[in-house]
């Protein structure tokens, strides 16, 4: 049986691309524990400046570092935006001023153009668990970390009336970053809005 | 007392009696001849319309016309019509006429592009009321044009004549529903045909009891969805129903996974082979069918191939009774959407709004102009060419010659008998 989702992690020469190694794996694992999603059981790191990009359409990225793209990586991500790839970008750092926000937020306006703030009713808060009140919060968000905020909105662009960007402040590299077997600890799966971002990604 | 005679002589008389009946006997049949047969009135197309006194001075029981640098105008075609129909036996000849077929109709997409036919003899001219479309100088092939804004009647000029045809009326087109796995392809597909122009309903399992779903389950029939496209097994639920569907007139688009269905069977142009790799190591964005992995299909006796790969097919369609099936062997498809040339995303989409195009149900061909076939009229209302042109009747059927011989033959018969003796 192939595999109709594998979960692709991005790698850019700028910055810290690896820094949450442990995210693919809690999501695969929620995606097969949930979905009937034929999911590939490991994920791939794929640089950002290839052509193997766009066999992927939806990327993950994420670090704690500035964010400069090469010329070949932009061209890379304008194009995966155009065709209908879905990059999903969390900052590491849950800091509204912290270099890898600023930096990265900067790069894909120059890339695909500004994000704008994605209402909490949209599609993809209900894609397959619902989400009333639009992104979970994160406890490193709830805990006072980074910027000492709790982000109401995740971010967002769109080519069209298709998400082609989607960013989040809310460190789900930190939140969903442990090993898999450790979800039997936790009383509710944190990890339930990433496998509504897998579903959105692949059925709109 | 009556002189025997020489019996020579007697033989002459009787042989100069015998040639001045059949003398009189052939006289009279040129006189009956010329009765029966009439006057014929020659036309040529070039002045044939003043030839029009002629006719109907009345007394001619036919007419020729002598046909050349094509057909004359419908007017002439309906006045020497009107003469046959009154009693005038009509002929014509002429050099071979080169005919033009024409058909329009509508294309089964969104936007309805008007989609021309035309096969004839020689150099065709094709054109709106507005303007040229397009031209061939040799249309034994065929020629198709494809025009998005069309004007008026369309023609066909050839050599011989000009087709025409109206233009076909648009009609509704219902939104086609897909039905696939949360996957690549399915998403792709419906993004393909919805940036097309297509009203999409998609039905995605995610889970078990769980389904994204969009626009508004309605019955399957031909009067909610032009066509069904199947990606997947996930269509087993459905297929009893979208056997029916196509049987009543629907389409169907198969991928190879939803063609191996045991339901679809008996509805699928070919069987699903195993699959067969692309030749090629990745994907070449400058051939992007061909780098793609391709299911060969074994077409059935009634299946026509629509694409083929070497000597691979690729694609086939059959019809199974109002409805059409299409199965497409191809993998992956939505990779040549993200891994294409520039082109990629258009012409990924332009691929799969033809193939649903090439199944949906919806529309017809347009009607023929009232003069849109004046070959097929001309020959209707005055038959086909002549080689043998009618006899004509003779201008004296009793010449003044064949008094002179008559009077001289029986004057010397006379003269032999008389001078034998005899009365």
Known sequence: ???????????????????????????????????????????????????????????????????????????NVKQYCER?????????NHDVDGVFHKTCTEEIARAVGPMKELSNTHALFKSFFTFEDGPPATSHELNGWGDNLIHKHLQAVFAGDRMCVLYSNKDYSSEWGYHPDNKRFMSVDNTKFGVNVVVYALTR | MLSRGDP?????????????????????????????????????????????????????????LTVSGGLPADSTRDVLAAFAHAGVRMSWSGPSLSPVAMSVERVREPDQSTLMRVIGVG??????????????????????????????VFYASGTSG?????????????????????????????????????????????????????????????????????LDS??????????????????????????????????VPATVDARQSSTKRSFDPAAPLASLSV?????HDDAVALDVRGVTVAVAA??????????????????????????????????????????????????NAPEGAPIARWIDALGPAVTVLPSRAPADPLPPWLLVVLCSILLAEWGSRRTRGAR
């Open chain 2, 234 to 267: 996930s269509a087993t639920e459905q297929a009893t129903s979208i056997v029916a569907y196509v049987r009543s007139g629907g389409g169907l688009v198969l991928l190879s996974e939803a063609a191996r269905l045991g339901t679809f069977a008996a509805l």
């Open chain 2, 295 to 299: 299911t060969p299909l074994s077409m």
């Open chain 1, 1 to 75: 049986m192939s595999a109709d989702f594998t979960f692709c992690t991005v790698q850019y020469d700028s910055g810290d691309w690896d820094s949450a190694p442990l995210v693919p794996a809690n999501l695969i694992d929620s995606v097969a524990r949930y979905t009937s999603i034929r999911v590939a059981p490991t994920g791939v790191s794929v640089p950002l400046g290839s052509r193997d990009l766009f066999r992927y359409p939806l990327a993950f990225l994420t670090g704690h570092l500035p964010v400069r793209f090469t010329d070949l990586e932009r061209r």
């Open chain 2, 318 to 367: 059959r019809r199974e009774r109002a409805g059409r099936v299409v199965v497409v062997g191809y993998d992956e498809l939505w990779r040549w959407r993200l891994e294409g040339g520039d082109d990629a995303v258009f012409a990924h989409r332009r691929w799969w709004s033809r193939t649903v195009g090439a199944v949906a149900a919806g529309g017809g061909p347009a009607a």
């Open chain 2, 8 to 64: 020579m002589r007697l033989w002459a008389e009787r042989t100069l009696r015998g040639a001045a009946f059949a003398l009189l006997a052939w006289a009279m049949w040129r006189v009956a001849a010329a009765n029966g047969v009439g006057r014929v009135v020659s036309l040529e197309s070039a002045s044939v319309e003043s030839a029009w006194p002629r006719l109907l001075d009345g007394g001619h029981d036919a007419a020729h």
């Open chain 1, 84 to 92: 209908g790839g879905l990059l999903f970008v969390d900052d590491h």
């Open chain 2, 162 to 230: 000009t087709a025409s045809a109206l233009p076909a009326a648009a009609f509704a087109l219902h939104p086609v529903l897909v039905i696939g796995r949360a996957s690549w392809e399915t998403k792709f597909t419906v993004a393909a045909l919805e940036e097309q122009g297509w009203t999409v309903e998609s039905h995605v399992p995610v889970a078990p009891g769980v389904e994204v779903t969009t626009g508004t389950r309605q019955p399957l029939d031909t009067a909610h969805y032009a066509a069904v496209v199947a």
């Open chain 2, 123 to 152: 150099r065709v001219v094709v054109r709106d009321g507005i303007s040229v479309l397009d031209s061939v100088g040799d249309a034994s092939r065929g020629l198709t044009v494809v025009s998005a804004a069309p004007q008026g």
